[in-house]
C-alpha cells in the first residue's frame, strides 16, 4: 500500500522566544499526520463523525532531537507499530531535509458514541485488516 509522507511548514505562531519551534507543536504534528494517514485510507474524520468514533490518545512518546524554526518545510512519516482489537500504536519520524527533528509514538483505543471502547476488529474488520497490513509494511 503506498502512503504519502504529510508534508507542512513550520508557522511562525509555533516558535517560541528563541526563534525555535516549541515543543509542544510536535504532538500536534503527530496527530496532523495521524489524521493525513486516515484520509489517505479513506477512514478521515468524517467517517470517524459518521460512525459516532472517537480515538483517544492513551500514551504519547516524543524524543526531539534537532531544532526546527519558522518556515522550515517537514516530512512526516507515520506508521503502524501495533494493532489489536482494542489498542493501536503509530509510530512518527519528524524530517527536516535529512536531518530527524523527533521521532515518537502514540497510542489510542477507539470509542462509540457512548464513550465505551470497542473492537475495531470485530466492528470495523475492513480497517482493521488495512492497519494490519501497514504495521506488516512498517516492519
Not at 524554526?69 to 500504536?89: M, P, W
Request: aromatic share 12%; with cysteine; charged share 25%.
Amino acid at each position: 500500500m503506498k502512503l504519502e509522507p504529510y508534508y507542512r511548514k513550520v508557522f511562525f505562531y509555533e516558535t517560541d522566544q528563541m526563534g525555535i519551534v516549541h515543543h509542544s507543536n510536535v504532538i500536534r504534528w503527530f496527530e496532523e499526520a495521524r489524521f493525513d494517514l486516515l484520509d489517505q485510507l479513506g477512514y478521515g474524520s468524517g467517517f470517524l463523525e459518521e460512525e459516532g468514533l472517537g480515538s483517544p490518545v492513551l500514551d504519547v512518546a516524543c524524543q526531539y532531537k534537532t531544532m526546527v524554526r519558522f518556515n522550515d518545510e517537514l516530512t512526516i512519516r507515520i506508521g503502524v507499530k501495533s494493532n489489536s482489537s482494542a489498542r493501536l500504536t503509530f509510530n512518527y519520524l519528524v524530517l527536516h531535509g535529512d536531518k530527524i527533528a523527533a521521532s515518537g509514538e502514540t497510542t489510542h483505543c477507539f470509542i462509540n458514541k457512548a464513550g465505551k471502547i470497542i473492537s475495531l476488529k470485530r466492528q470495523y474488520p475492513v480497517l482493521y485488516q488495512t492497519l494490519e497490513q501497514l504495521k506488516e509494511e512498517n516492519k
